[in-house]
């Protein structure tokens, strides 16, 4: 039998066993948050860890720890095969949970081999039920898709299905409640994210961001009352609530409204290779070099642990001195 693996902590006691793997940095289509409209910057694709690379890099987490990990881009479905990465990443020794955030719209295609390759937590997201509002948002016309994505994967088996939408001010007003209806109806919970400064053309402001507050007494008002749910997972980053009804429950991503970084567990690996721990960090450390150079397993051990080591407090949305991260999120992975 294997020794158990040593802990990632950090230097204020946090323990590290979430692993997020960005896939890819390209998307098929363009939510005004994340891309830009036009011109968006890839990385090239020689730059692109392949598989096999994430992989390993995956392994050699798991050694340290890590048992949970989340697939995400960009648009991680854009990615060819992305049954073969979930199926490599789900063998692993340690990793008891895997888990997909998509834009939904190529799920209907893929559902089925991503079933058969063993995943089954999927994070759809969707920020509204409006063909017209909809395109405004993504800049594509594909919300039809993305609807029968989420139909076929309930068909399927899949859950926890989580829908993902993100909460900004002035525009998603409309969708609040009727999405939580459609959530309800599903037995799916729906998360609302506030809007974070990570977008590609610097629109935000704290002033556009729809709080989890002013989005409860909405469903409270126009569903029905809502009560607190404490999480069995404690370092879970999500507020949870359920309709008194008992039929349902919402989940909120506070990062502005209610940081969660004080129980921050989670790593980050971008699609071209670069360790950060955290999503608003201002550094990255490169993995692709090491895991490209002939580097030994414990040479990278060592690296993760430098990078959790040197991993600050927390980010400073909320204050003057906050300054937003050079990549954006698609280029990051949200
Ligand atoms: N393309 C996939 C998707 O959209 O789910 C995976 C990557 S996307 C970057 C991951 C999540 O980030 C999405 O669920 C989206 O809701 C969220 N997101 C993107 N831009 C955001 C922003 N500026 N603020 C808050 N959440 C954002
Ligand atoms: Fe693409 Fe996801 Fe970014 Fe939307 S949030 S542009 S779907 S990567």
Redesign the pocket.
């Known amino acids: 039998m294997n020794a158990p693996p040593a802990k990632l902590l950090d230097t204020f006691g946090r323990l590290h066993d979430n692993l997020r793997v960005s896939v890819t940095d390209r ?1 098929n289509i363009r ?1 005004y ?2 891309m830009p409209e036009k011109d968006a910057q890839y990385v090239p694709h020689a730059e692109i860890l392949r598989y096999e690379e994430i992989e390993r890099f995956a392994r050699i987490a798991a050694s340290l720890g890590v048992t949970k990990i989340r697939v ?5 479905l854009v990615r060819r095969d992305l049954h073969v990465l979930v199926r490599k990443l789900g063998a692993i020794e340690g990793i008891s949970d895997i888990a997909v ?3 939904g719209v190529l799920l209907a295609e893929q559902a089925q081999a991503l079933y058969d390759a063993g995943l089954r937590r999927l ?1 759809v ?1 969707l920020d509204t039920l409006d063909r017209e509002r909809f395109r405004l948002i993504t800049r594509r016309d594909e919300l039809h898709r993305v609807l029968a994505g989420i139909d076929k994967a309930l068909e399927l088996g899949f859950g926890p299905l989580k829908i ?3 909460a900004v001010k002035d525009l998603v007003e409309p969708d609040i409640v009727p999405l939580a209806r459609f959530a309800r109806e599903r037995g799916v919970e729906v998360r609302y ?4 400064p ?2 590609a053309q610097g629109l ?1 402001d704290k002033g556009k961001v729809l709080l989890a507050g002013g989005i409860l007494e909405m469903l409270g008002e126009g569903i029905g009352p809502l009560e607190a749910v404490p999480d069995p997972d404690p370092r879970a980053p999500a507020l949870q609530y359920r309709f008194v009804d008992g039929k349902g429950s919402i989940g909120f991503i506070a990062s502005v409204s209610r940081p969660f970084c004080l129980n921050c567990n989670r790593i980050r690996l971008t699609s071209d290779g670069q360790l950060r721990y955290c999503l608003f960090a201002m550094e990255e450390t490169d993995v692709k070099g090491l895991l490209r150079g002939g580097a030994s397993d414990e040479d990278i051990r060592q690296l993760v642990r430098g990078v959790v080591e040197r991993k600050w407090l927390g980010h400073e949305i909320n204050t003057a001195r906050f300054v937003a991260p050079p990549r954006p ?2 280029a990051i ?2």
């Open positions: 998307c939510c948050y994340c995400t881009g960009g648009e991680p955030t998509t834009n994070n997201h993902n939408a993100v994210i506030e809007f974070m990570l977008d935000w999120m698609y992975g949200g």
